[in-house]
């Protein structure tokens, strides 16, 4: 089965640029979707489609696929942006989330 | 767009739940849908998908065999028929719309509804 792998945590100041990183086999051959995830809320996607904004998502939130490797990069970090992000993609008619990264604003 | 799942509790292990989501506010005939669940304290994990006609299936090799996802256009309704339920299937489980008639991404979901198999 197809894996994502993601980096646990990442950890940014205020006002710096965050990029989380999502790493699979070929994956730029895929449409990557991610998705941040606040403590008790659903996920909410910020970017689809490996760059694409969905309406009222920040303009800081940009994303790219090459490769091997997708990342998600928020500029201007916000203490607002702490939260799980997640990767997703489509394998074999099956959904795949990688396992998760945990952003600290500090 | 909204959508309300029902149906989580407390069941035995080896028991049975049917979970519903109630779709508004969108053409809920003109796109596929999602089950995702999260157990306590761990990262997502995608269920089933179930095409806009009902008419294709799919699901994750840890559910095949057990779960059943079905929808009623009519109803505006998704729905998730859990078998054999184990320990490991507890989690807080989401609907979650796809943006077209195929896989690709989750754009809008549920607030969830937790399920919970233990004796």
């Known amino acids: 089965s197809y894996v994502l792998t993601q980096p646990p945590s990442v950890s940014v100041a205020p006002g710096k640029t965050a990029r989380i990183t999502c790493g699979g086999n070929?994956?730029?051959?895929?449409?990557v979707h991610w998705y941040q995830q606040k403590p008790g809320q659903a996920p909410v996607v910020v970017i689809h489609?490996?760059?694409d904004r969905p309406s009222g998502i920040p303009e800081r939130f940009s994303g790219s696929n090459s490769g091997n490797t997708a990342t998600l990069t928020i500029s201007r970090v916000e203490a607002g942006d702490e939260a799980d992000y997640y990767c997703?993609?489509?394998?074999?008619?099956?959904?795949?989330f990688g396992g998760g990264t945990k952003l600290t604003v500090l | 767009v909204q959508l309300v799942e029902s149906g989580g509790g407390l069941v035995q292990p080896g028991g049975s739940l049917r979970l519903s989501c109630a779709a508004s506010?969108?053409?809920?005939?003109?796109?596929?849908m999602n089950w995702v669940r999260q157990a306590p304290g761990k990262g997502l994990e995608w269920v089933s998908i179930?095409?806009?006609?009902?008419?294709?299936?799919y699901y994750a090799d840890s559910v095949k065999g057990r779960f059943t996802i079905s929808r009623d256009n009519s109803k505006n309704s998704l729905y998730l028929q859990m078998n054999s339920l184990r320990a490991e299937d507890t989690a807080v489980y989401y609907c979650?719309?796809?943006?077209?008639?195929?896989?690709?991404?989750?754009?809008?979901w549920g607030q969830g509804t937790l399920v919970t198999v233990s004796s």
């Open positions: 979650a719309k796809d943006p077209s008639n195929s896989g690709s991404s989750f754009d809008f």
């Open positions: 070929y994956i730029g051959t895929k449409s």
């Open positions: 179930i095409s806009a006609s009902g008419g294709s299936t």
């Open positions: 506010g969108f053409t809920f005939s003109s796109y596929a």
């Open positions: 489609y490996d760059s």
């Open positions: 997703q993609v489509w394998d074999s008619s099956s959904g795949v």
